[in-house]
């Protein structure tokens, strides 16, 4: 139509010859409108198609999303084909789903396992309660020695609840801090816990130095070194705890001997209110279940990794890594 427009509009035409523009726009125009809107109508309609099959997968990813905000995180896309841009974000949008069914189900048993363990020592106290409301004669003095014991029992509970909870939320107030001398802090705060069971306690190494919670490390190497006090034969044996810093790694180990674990039970001992079974312990220290749950609560909120290695001759290593600072 452009060049329609260099056409001489006389009955001779261009150089004198036939047709002139009167005769090829007439000839062409409809042409060129059919055609057009030919090609019109067929890019909708392709455009739709198309667009509809490159959309398809990004429609599957919005119906598990919806799903999984009204609580459904059981489902899964699976998405299938080549390797493109959809499917990566369907496999990480799958990921994500596993882990936080997988984490919403964690938080369900800590809640179920956590009423049903501060039940007990309340329900404990209300028979006491109703034992010595229904028997006055009833020795005063035994009464109240048995509700401290489970008073005390429901308040280390409590603590341990509430430091678990803050570990995982991760919200620390970083400082550096030696771990060899947390270490030696926490040793001598247990040691006569392990000379009234006649256990060695070891402490050796250098400085380890890593950024964190001064707070949250502390209770983090005592409750290790009470749990390989507490689950340790009395009388003869021994608790080694040695710090060393490997290039930007901070290490803590902490070793004891013992009875022999069945290598099916280690993952299961950072469960909260899991208990080693086969380990040796008194009812004096028989603990609340949250040890090593609240080690690896602290040590995921400073970025680390827990290692917990069954001894070949008996007994549990435990390595802690940080990130280590200069």
Excluded: C
Aim: proline share 5%; aromatic share 4%.
């Amino acid at each position: 139509m452009f060049l329609l427009r260099y056409v001489p509009d006389n009955s001779q035409g261009l150089l004198g010859i036939s047709p002139n523009r009167y005769l090829l726009v007439r000839t062409f125009a409809p042409a060129a409108a059919v055609a057009g809107v030919f090609l019109l109508v067929f890019g909708l309609v392709g455009g739709w198609i198309l667009a509809g099959r490159m959309l398809a997968p990004l429609t599957r990813i919005t119906d598990a999303a919806r799903m999984a905000g009204n609580g459904s995180l059981s489902h899964r896309i699976r998405m299938t084909g080549r390797q493109d841009e959809f499917r990566e974000l369907s496999d990480t949008f799958d990921s994500m789903l596993e882990q936080l069914e997988s984490h919403v189900a964690e938080q369900q048993r800590f809640a179920a396992n956590a009423s049903h363990e501060l039940g007990t020592p309340l329900a404990i106290s209300r028979v006491l309660l109703d034992v010595a409301r229904k028997d006055p004669t009833r020795d005063p003095g035994e009464l109240i020695e048995r509700l401290h014991a489970v008073t005390t029992r429901a308040i280390d509970l409590t603590e341990a609840l509430l430091l678990l909870g803050r570990g995982d939320r991760g919200n620390l107030t970083r400082e550096s801090v030696d771990r060899s001398l947390i270490a030696e802090e926490a040793a001598e705060t247990l040691l006569p816990l392990a000379e009234q069971r006649r256990i060695t306690l070891e402490v050796s190494g250098g400085a380890a130095r890593t950024s964190g919670s001064a707070e949250l490390l502390l209770r983090m190497v005592t409750n290790l070194v009470q749990n390989a006090i507490v689950h340790n034969l009395p009388g003869g044996s021994t608790v080694t705890v040695r710090t060393e810093a490997h290039g930007g790694t901070s290490v803590l180990r902490v070793e004891n001997t013992g009875r022999r674990l069945p290598p099916e039970l280690v993952p299961t001992l950072t469960e909260p209110f899991r208990r080693g079974t086969e380990r040796v312990r008194t009812d004096q220290h028989a603990g609340v279940g949250l040890g090593l749950a609240i080690v690896h609560s602290i040590v995921r909120a400073h970025d680390g990794a827990l290692d917990l290695v069954p001894r070949p001759v008996g007994g549990l290593l435990v390595t802690v890594r940080l990130p280590g600072t200069p």
